[in-house]
Antibody, heavy 119, light 106 residues
Framework: QVQLVQSGAEVKKPGASVKVSCKAT????????IYWVRQAPGQGLEWMAW????????DYAQKFQGRVTVTRDTSITTAYIELNSLRSDDTAVYYC????????????WGKGTTVTVSS | DIQMTQSPSSLSASVGDRITITCRAS??????LNWYQQKPGEAPKFLIY???SLQSGVPSRFSGSGSGTHFTLTISSLQPEDFATYYC????????FGQGTKLEIK
């Protein structure tokens, strides 16, 4: 079945970087975009970025440009998001999701990766 | 970026009720509007795309409408499993979510 399996929880210090992975199984990896969304504790959903695994094309929310990088490795059907210069307000659950390349909806979601930023 | 505003922020209703959630965009997004349901501790679940197209497997009591800047999500007869938080999301330019509507049991 279609699944997105994310890497485990991370605890980082302010100023550090974190890289979260998202392994896709059960479908053709290059046929769908991968999106990244985060949710701070008790807060709503925040759209961050997406990547087209076929072309490698990316786009980022203005808020994250320059601090976030999304990449993929098609040989292992895995996408990544790296967030630099971590701050305490980056503490959140980070989700990857599969999505359509026309309407850009997100139809299959990973279970999320908790990133905690604390000194 | 495009701002999305949902109303109400919270809503109390009973099983069997019909409810409507509204979502407004800060500029026209045509029909690039999606809806998601999220329960505590879970990832969001995809419900509706292109403003009114129901994702496969989603019960027909869910429906969406609208275009341009004004959209609605309607649940025709609430079931116990529908009590959750609902988010709209525009996908016309990058992506942004509404702040969410928490649907609680009255």
């Amino acid at each position: 079945q279609v699944q997105l399996v994310q890497s485990g929880a991370e605890v980082k210090k302010p100023g550090a970087s974190v890289k979260v992975s998202c392994k896709a199984t059960g479908y053709r990896f290059t046929g769908y975009n991968i999106y990244w969304v985060r949710q701070a504790p008790g807060q709503g959903l925040e759209w961050m970025a997406w990547i087209n695994p076929n072309s490698g094309g990316t786009d980022y929310a203005q808020k994250f440009q320059g601090r976030v990088t999304v990449t993929r490795d098609t040989s292992i059907t895995t996408a990544y998001i790296e967030l630099n210069s971590l701050r305490s307000d980056d503490t959140a659950v980070y989700y990857c999701a599969r999505g359509d390349d026309y309407y850009h909806y997100m139809d299959v979601w990973g279970k999320g990766t908790t990133v905690t930023v604390s000194s | 970026d495009i701002q999305m505003t949902q109303s109400p922020s919270s809503l109390s209703a009973s099983v069997g009720d019909r409810i409507t959630i509204t979502c407004r965009a800060s500029q026209s997004i045509n029909n690039y509007l999606n809806w998601y349901q999220q329960k505590p501790g879970e990832a969001p679940k995809f419900l509706i795309y292109a403003a009114s197209s129901l994702q496969s497997g989603v019960p027909s009591r869910f429906s969406g409408s609208g275009s341009g800047t004004h959209f609605t999500l309607t649940i025709s007869s609430l079931q116990p499993e529908d009590f959750a938080t609902y988010y709209c999301q525009q996908s016309s330019f990058r992506g942004s979510f509404g702040q969410g509507t928490k649907l609680e049991i009255k």
